[in-house]
């Protein structure tokens, strides 16, 4: 008689666990079905910010041709500006 108490009493907590398992899973499945497509749309949004950050920033950088000003800092010289770095 005791033994089929501990086994019941087992039994009991392994059907518990079984549906905590069964609850987490489709709260797994919920997040990836309904939450997926916002965390992309979010990280194709920071993606493309940061390309865009990234291009100013190199067009900042990027030596300015033409402009009249000899940039040695921004890597203009007499072979790549010939009009901007002219020796006298």
């Known amino acids: 008689m005791e033994r089929t108490k501990y086994t019941d009493k087992l039994n009991t907590k392994r059907v518990i ?3 905590i398992m069964i609850i ?10 309904y939450a997926s497509p ?4 979010d990280t194709e949004m920071t993606y493309l910010q940061s390309r865009q950050s990234i291009s100013k920033i190199m067009a900042e950088l990027a030596p300015k041709c ?3 000003i000899c940039e040695l800092s921004k ?3 007499t072979l790549n500006c010939p009009e901007d770095c002219y020796l006298p």
Not at 26 to 31: I, K, P, Q, R
Not at 38 to 41: N, V
């Open 17 to 19: 666990i079984f549906l």
């Open 24 to 33: 987490i899973g489709m709260g797994v499945l919920f997040s990836l079905v």
């Open 38 to 41: 916002a965390i992309k749309h």
């Open 66 to 68: 033409g402009n009249g």
């Open 75 to 77: 890597g203009e010289n």
